[in-house]
């Protein structure tokens, strides 16, 4: 079976203290139900989360989506986003299984990245490593006034952005990564193809800002 590999990467750093954590606690919630309840992603969505702060911590392995347990998740310290992207490559490159001439590999990874703040390690090396990992359509978050939409930029063109870090906007933007992955899962399930743009994706609600 080919898998849909889902990597959520979460900034966990210490400007997230406090609501804005407990946002991402109920938006991890609303997106685990949500998952588990639809068909589509059930039959083919795997989901790992990786959070980020002074330290890089894959929380959840690729897992099937009926077997994903919600972490518990606690705020403080730095933003190494720069590890982050690093850590999520060598996890692609360790869980997605590749094509080869005797089977099909799984599909290329849908991966949803979330930060309310500057990079405090050197993005340079963990980006490069990320932009050699095979992936599918990668989204940007940036939580807030802090997050610098350009830097993201740097990582990929799908770059969106919240006006705040309230519980509304953040749960909204768990709202929509889940509709995301359920129509990814549905689209590759019915004509066996990926979306890789984000206007292949559903239209994000309101709290959400694309950036151009």
Sequence with gaps: MRRLPVYLVLDTSGSMYGEPIEAVKNGMSVLLSALKSDPYALETAYLSIITFNSDVKQLVPLTEI?????????????TELGHALKTVSDCINNEVVKTSSEQKGDWKPMVF????????????????????AKTGIVVACAAGAGANTDTLKKITENVVSLDST?????????????????????KIEENGSQSNNLDELPPPPDEINIVV
Excluded: R, Y
């Design 113 to 132: 990245i979330m930060t309310d703040g500057e990079p405090t390690d050197d993005l340079s090396k963990g980006l490069a490593e990320f932009k050699q």
């Design 166 to 186: 309230d519980s509304e906007s953040i749960k909204a933007f768990f709202k929509w990564v889940s509709a995301s992955i359920s129509s990814g899962s549905q």
């Design 66 to 78: 009926n077997s994903v347990v919600e972490p518990s998740l606690s705020a403080g310290g730095c």
